[in-house]
């Protein structure tokens, strides 16, 4: 593996729950990504040989400091590690963002497409809730869309403050705040344990739960876009589902009225 560009400095830790924290590092000045990209962070192991994962970045792209959310797994091979992490120590990452979770690999809507409402959904589970934590910070995000609908799915309900957090701090955003007050809605889903909305996001989309709730017309390839972060088996579920409703699937060449990334894990 390369050698990462960047050693730095851990400037904010905050423990959400015993498996899930935010941790905020100091930004290089040439560094620079695409809200919903990711990048690559770790830790040397004991054999001296960089350990690192993919860590899709949370802050706005014009943030003095990078954020990131990571869950907690005891043996795996960098949290088990990471979650000790404290304010002064380091972290190592790599030179450069990269991803396809990204307002430019999404099919624009032709004119007559537009006049009818643009609705962005980024559905996400778990820690996949992190590159949508930039681009609920992104004007672009406002700009393309007239709704956007943010999905949170977790076990249980303490795990889905970080999410309420950082919906609030866009609310109060001194950039976006006046358009994401308007435009962004948070749906949060707890799947184990009784909240004000339960049940897996996959449940509630082919039940139709999702859309009466929010008030909103059934998913239409002509007016909506989705982007979709989480685990494998939540994106292959979320696939199929995206197909049956007459979605395209945008790639790294194509653009699509779905894109998708998976969530790191370990
Ligand atoms: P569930 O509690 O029914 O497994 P995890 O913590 O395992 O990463 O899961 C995070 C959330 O994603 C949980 O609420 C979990 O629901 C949900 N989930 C897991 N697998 C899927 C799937 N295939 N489709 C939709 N949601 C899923």
Redesign the pocket.
């Known amino acids: 593996m390369a050698k990462p560009a960047y050693t730095l400095t851990v400037t904010h830790v905050t423990h959400y729950t015993p498996t899930y924290f935010r941790f905020r590092i100091e930004r290089p000045e040439e560094f620079q990504f695409k809200a919903g990209q990711f990048v690559m962070i770790g830790l040397p192991g004991d054999d001296g040989q960089p350990i690192m994962r993919a860590y899709s970045i949370c802050s706005p792209i014009w943030d003095d400091e990078l954020e990131f959310y990571s869950i907690i797994m005891q043996d795996g091979a960098l949290t088990s590690r990471l979650q000790h992490i404290q304010v002064g120590d380091t972290v190592l990452m790599a030179e450069k963002a990269v991803g396809t979770l990204t307002l430019e690999h999404i099919r624009e809507p032709s004119p007559e497409e537009a006049a009818q409402g643009r609705r962005l959904y980024m559905l996400s ?2 820690t996949g809730i992190a590159p949508f934590m930039s681009l609920i910070r992104d004007e672009d995000t406002y700009d393309a869309f007239d709704d956007v609908i943010l999905t949170h ?3 249980q309900v303490q795990d889905l403050q970080y999410g309420i957090d950082r919906v609030k701090a866009a609310h109060e955003c001194p950039l976006v705040g006046e358009e994401a007050s308007e435009k962004l809605r948070l749906y949060s889903c ?3 344990e009784d909240a004000p909305y339960t049940g ?3 449940t509630l989309i082919e039940s139709g739960k999702l859309f009466t709730d929010l008030g909103v017309p059934p998913l239409n390839p002509a007016t909506d876009r989705v982007m979709i972060c ?2 494998l ?2 994106l ?3 696939q199929a589902l995206m197909a049956a409703k007459g979605l395209s699937a945008g790639t790294k060449r194509v653009h699509g009225e779905y894109v998708w990334e998976k969530a790191f894990a370990g």
Do not use: Q
Request: hydrophobic content about 20%; proline content about 0%.
């Open positions: 589970t778990g799915t977790c076990r707890a799947t184990r897996r996001i996959t989480g685990s088996e939540m292959r579920d979320l």
